[in-house]
């Protein structure tokens, strides 16, 4: 079995990704919401610690044999900045800035949820590049895994009877 992407796929899995993120984080008492807002997906408050946190949502697909490819988080090219679009908004929403990354493969999808200051100090690349990424590979996943200050969430896919004749 293979995985064969809609024309619409992107915006699906970007969707879905969010729905995700927001879902665990209402299961853990944050008051949540989308917003379709330049830098941010999500607004999460924490009623029981005053905690509120924007949320950057990256959702990718990746195929057999490419489970172990980064996730371009934030691009500097072509007068982007992604990483200043996320903190304006958290300006101006009076909120901590976030990162989440979903990943999906054909058997199963990862979820990662950390602040910026976290991926700053521990994970971001100290030479200057033109994109920051989430690296996906096994070293990676497993100190995001030791990490306290990583939320992670991995559903495993079972499809019993999910297949389409040509």
């Known amino acids: 079995m293979e995985i064969i992407k809609s024309s619409r796929h992107q915006k699906i899995i ?9 879902n665990w984080l209402s299961r853990s008492g944050f008051e949540v919401a989308l917003v ?3 830098g941010i997906d999500i607004v999460a408050y924490n009623p029981s610690t005053k905690q509120r946190i924007g949320i950057s949502v ?3 697909t990746r195929d057999v044999g490419k489970e172990g490819e980064e996730v371009y988080l934030f691009s500097y090219q072509k007068a982007r900045n992604d990483r200043e679009k996320l903190l304006d908004a958290c300006e101006a929403f009076a909120c901590e800035p ?7 493969t054909l058997e199963y ?3 990662y949820l950390t602040s910026l200051e976290n991926y700053d100090s521990k994970y971001r690349s100290r030479k200057a590049t033109s994109h920051d990424t989430w690296k996906m590979s096994k070293k990676y996943r ?3 895994n ?3 200050d990583v939320r992670h969430i991995r559903v495993e896919f079972h499809a019993t009877n999910w ?3 040509p």
Request: glycine share 6%.
């Open 163 to 165: 297949e389409w004749s």
């Open 109 to 111: 999808a990862d979820v």
């Open 142 to 144: 497993e100190l995001y």
């Open 14 to 22: 970007g969707d879905f990704g969010e729905l995700l993120v927001c």
């Open 36 to 38: 379709d807002h330049t």
């Open 58 to 60: 990256k959702s990718r």
């Open 98 to 104: 976030w990162i989440a990354v979903y990943v999906e």
């Open 146 to 148: 030791r990490d306290p």
